[in-house]
Structures are given as C-alpha cells and as structure tokens.
C-alpha cells in the first residue's frame, strides 16, 4: 500500500514561506521546527513539512525580529505546532506572558477570562508583579501571509495540502 504524503516540500516552504534553505537547515539545527522526513534510507529523503510548520516559521521570524529570546520562541512554536485546525484562526492572537501561552480573540473580548491562572492568584493574594513579558502574535497577519504568497505563486493545491 502506498503512503499518502501531506503537508509540503522542504523546495514548496522555501516558495510560502520566503524562507532560505540555510534559514530552514538552521531552524532544524536549532529544533525550532522539525520536518518529517520519509524513505531514502541511503540518499536524501523526502522532507515535509506541516501547515502549522509553515506558520511557526513564519512566526520565528517575526519574534526573532523583535529580539524574543530563543527559549521563549521554542515554546510557542511547540505550542502552534500541537494546536487544533480550529485553534489556529485568523480571529485569534496567539499570546504569550511569561511562561504561559493561550489564544484570545483578536477583539481581545475574551482575554480577562484567558489571563494564566498563576498570574490571576497573584493579583488575588495582593503579590506585587513588578513585571511580566507580554507577546502578542496576530495570527491573521501570518495566515494571510501565507496564502497570499501560495495564490501569487500559484500554489495550486495549497487548500487540500493543509493537515495538522
């Protein structure tokens, strides 16, 4: 029985993402993102990469442009990667404070209820928090991104190819 491959090709995350080869070889090299990769026991095997790969990568990149210390990156980019199709939306943020990480509504409506449980307890018990780091990701922006960059490449299965 042959093995339906989804998700894209190391060549096809290049073109999406506008990511070099030695960024992406760099990423794997950190553990940032980690493709899987099929057959070839001798030669070069097949690398795929997921939808949510392709969106962490364009995350990494726009953390990293805001000086967002490398642990911190590692830890949202595992997050999106372990999310639902229904998690990831373009009406939510992705946000990080501290060692906490939740989505919100892009309205923030939703946030007072969403704010981590340590962080609510404090306040409660009067502990001065004297500071917290507060990253906010706009998960529309990359989507778009993204998909504007596979319509004007003419990715032309682009829609069946996402899986999580």
Same mark, same amino acid.
């Given at each position: 029985?042959?093995?339906?491959?989804?998700?894209?090709?190391?060549?096809?995350?290049?073109?999406?993402?506008?990511?070099?080869?030695?960024?992406?070889?760099?990423?794997?090299?950190?553990?940032?993102?980690?493709?899987?990769?099929?057959?070839?026991?001798?030669?070069?095997?097949?690398?795929?990469?997921?939808?949510?790969?392709?969106?962490?990568?364009?995350?990494?990149?726009?953390?990293?442009?805001?000086?967002?210390?490398?642990?911190?990156?590692?830890?949202?980019?595992?997050?999106?990667?372990?999310?639902?199709?229904? #998690?990831?939306?373009?009406?939510?943020?992705?946000?990080?404070?501290?060692?906490?990480?939740?989505?919100?509504?892009? #309205?923030?409506?939703?946030?007072?209820?969403?704010?981590?449980?340590?962080?609510?307890?404090?306040?409660?018990?009067?502990?001065?928090?004297?500071?917290?780091?507060?990253?906010?990701?706009?998960?529309?922006?990359?989507? #778009?991104?993204?998909?504007?960059?596979?319509?004007?490449?003419?990715?032309?299965?682009?829609?069946?190819?996402?899986?999580?």
């Amino acid at each position: 029985m042959i093995q339906q491959i989804t998700g894209f090709t190391r060549q096809e995350t290049i073109q999406l993402t506008n990511c070099t080869s030695s960024r992406i070889a760099y990423l794997e090299k950190m553990e940032l993102i980690i493709p899987t990769r099929y057959g070839a026991i001798r030669g070069k095997p097949t690398v795929i990469f997921s939808y949510g790969q392709l969106l962490g990568i364009q995350a990494i990149r726009e953390l990293r442009l805001e000086d967002v210390p490398l642990p911190t990156v590692k830890r949202l980019i595992t997050f999106l990667e372990n999310a639902s199709y229904a #998690d990831i939306s373009k009406d939510k943020l992705l946000i990080a404070m501290n060692d906490d990480i939740f989505w919100t509504q892009k #309205d923030w409506s939703d946030f007072a209820n969403n704010i981590p449980k340590s962080l609510k307890k404090a306040s409660k018990e009067n502990k001065n928090i004297s500071w917290y780091i507060l990253i906010v990701i706009p998960m529309g922006d990359i989507i #778009d991104e993204i998909f504007n960059t596979a319509k004007k490449i003419n990715f032309q299965d682009f829609q069946q190819r996402i899986t999580y």
